[in-house]
């Protein structure tokens, strides 16, 4: 068990719906990532948030979008759902240090499985 | 922008056995890190190994290695005296900075007992 936590762990919705993924962090990491993992695009990095502000983008489709609250906790929105977005959507948190040129380790939720029909 | 390969698909190796997955990547950055992480069938993304590209020396962590080339750009794990358990996608994965992580496309391990 990572210490991070991801709601709900499946949903099958229709196309043209909106749905919104919550992922809670480890106890004192302030980065969260949100990453995406399909057949035909593999593993994608879609953005990072640190305390509250955005501070990273990826491959996110202007669609999705996140955004993270004051007790860290962090949501994923993705609207106008098409099929080719049924994937698995990790979320993934970090304890960041303040220093740019340092990498701190990820630990990674189980994912939350999103069927479109 | 960075990139990330892994030319295998799949490695199948006997229990007990040692197996090395190859993964390279490029980059015009001096300053990284370098992961491998393992996906068993649940497809939680589980930890394996970190190296800093500015560390010589290569990573260890239990039957866990990698042999970690710069000047080449390589980065390759070897698993040694394999477990069953071991069985599960491995994907590497680089990151500089704040950026998210550059994952390659995956290796999946067989183990054969």
């Known amino acids: 068990d990572s210490g991070v936590t991801q709601t709900p762990k499946h949903l099958i919705t229709a196309t043209g719906q909106r749905v919104t993924l919550r992922c809670s962090p480890r106890?004192?990491?302030?980065?969260v990532y949100w990453y995406q993992q399909s057949l035909d695009q593999g593993l994608q990095f879609l953005i990072q948030?640190?305390?509250?502000?955005?501070?990273a983008k990826g491959n996110i489709l202007e669609r999705f979008s996140a955004q993270q609250f004051p007790d860290l906790h962090s949501e994923l929105n993705l609207s106008s759902l098409e099929l080719g977005d049924s994937a698995l959507y990790f979320c993934?948190?970090?304890?960041?240090?303040?220093?740019?040129?340092?990498?701190?380790?990820?630990?990674f939720g189980p994912g939350t499985r999103l069927t479109v029909l | 922008a960075q990139t990330v390969t892994q030319s295998q698909p799949e490695m199948s190796v006997q229990e007990a056995e040692t197996v090395t997955l190859s993964c390279t990547y490029d980059?015009?950055?001096?300053?990284?890190?370098l992961f491998w992480y393992k996906q068993p069938p649940s497809r939680q993304m589980i930890l394996v190994i970190r190296?800093?590209?500015?560390?010589?020396q290569n990573a260890t962590e239990n039957r866990f290695s990698v042999n970690f080339q710069k000047a080449a750009k390589s980065f390759s794990l070897k698993i040694s005296d394999s477990q069953l358990g071991d069985a599960a996608m491995y994907f590497c994965?680089?990151?500089?900075?704040?950026?998210?992580?550059?994952f390659g496309k995956g290796t999946h391990l067989i183990i054969q007992p």
């Open positions: 948030y640190y305390n509250g502000e955005e501070r």
């Open positions: 190296q800093e590209a500015y560390k010589q």
């Open positions: 994965a680089y990151a500089r900075g704040a950026d998210g992580l550059t």
């Open positions: 106890s004192g990491d302030l980065s």
């Open positions: 993934a948190s970090s304890v960041d240090t303040r220093d740019a040129a340092s990498t701190d380790t990820q630990y």
């Open positions: 980059t015009s950055e001096s300053d990284y890190y």
